[in-house]
């Protein structure tokens, strides 16, 4: 194994996102891997193979040691998770699904009108009602807000109002530099049972992100209903790992 020095180390731990995560061991109540896609660890340069396992490895040890809780998505090119499992972490392997907007074309029509507003105070004030039938308190979208407004990430609501009603609303986020659009599913009040609703928002998405972005990251891949779905656009699916430490 190769060995950095704890400078080297420290100086690229501390561009992660995960310094901002200490809300985990603050209550416990916040979940932050819903407002992560799974490849939100990307250090500043890439390194061979071997020495960014190395890096890996000796950051999530590092991050065992300081924190009680912790529950994350890997990145979508960690092949190997054995070493996570001899630091004592839980690992289970998901699923996502890639459009790619070179190739896709929007599958559904709609005179339904959509929007995209920011993740914000006011957007959910606004949206209260919705989030009161879906039984969401306002003290915890306030607690989520403030995790949100902690992350690297620009977090922006879709909302389909069918009838003057909101009626389907999910979460997605940019990075800077990434050209990928992320749609965090786990957050969704709606997830595929909405499928339809949801479908009308994916090619919304599709027909107004490719001057900006390259693919759609679904978010979801785990059940057949979910891969039927998903392969209304040709999507690819993409396996990742997610870890979870059993203190």
């Given at each position: 194994m190769v060995n950095f020095s704890k400078?080297?180390?420290?100086?690229?731990?501390?561009?992660?996102?995960?310094?901002?995560?200490?809300?985990l061991t603050q209550g416990g109540q916040i979940d932050a891997q819903s407002f992560l896609p799974y490849n939100f660890i990307t250090f500043k340069n890439r390194f061979e193979a071997h020495k960014e396992a190395d890096l890996y490895f000796q950051y999530f040890k590092k991050l065992k040691a300081a924190y009680k809780h912790i529950e994350l998505k890997l990145p979508i090119?960690?092949?190997?998770?054995?070493?996570?499992?001899?630091?004592?972490?839980?690992v289970t392997q998901h699923y996502s699904y890639l459009i790619d907007l070179n190739s896709a074309s929007h599958a559904i029509s709609t005179q339904d009108h959509i929007t995209i507003m920011d993740f914000n105070a006011e957007n959910i004030a606004q949206l209260m009602p919705y989030f009161d039938?879906?039984?969401?308190?306002?003290?915890?979208?306030?607690?989520?807000?403030?995790?949100?407004?902690?992350?690297?990430f620009r977090y922006q609501l879709q909302v389909m109002y069918q009838q003057n009603e909101c009626?389907?609303?999910?979460?997605?986020?940019?990075?800077?530099?990434d050209l990928t659009l992320y749609i965090l599913n786990e957050w969704n009040t709606n997830q595929i049972k909405s499928a339809v609703f949801q479908a009308k928002c994916i090619s919304h998405l599709i027909q107004n992100a490719r001057s900006a972005f390259q693919f759609i990251d679904l978010g979801i891949g785990n059940t057949y209903e979910e891969m039927v779905?998903?392969?209304?656009?040709?999507?690819?699916?993409?396996?990742?790992?997610?870890?979870k430490n059993n203190q």
């Open positions: 400078k080297y180390c420290a100086e690229e731990i501390s561009k992660e996102p995960f310094a901002q995560l200490s809300y090119q960690f092949k190997d998770a054995r070493p996570l499992t001899w630091l004592g972490f839980e039938k879906h039984h969401f308190s306002n003290e915890v979208l306030q607690d989520q807000l403030a995790l949100v407004n902690s992350l690297p009626c389907f609303t999910q979460l997605i986020c940019t990075k800077e530099n779905f998903a392969n209304q656009w040709q999507a690819q699916c993409k396996s990742y790992f997610k870890i």
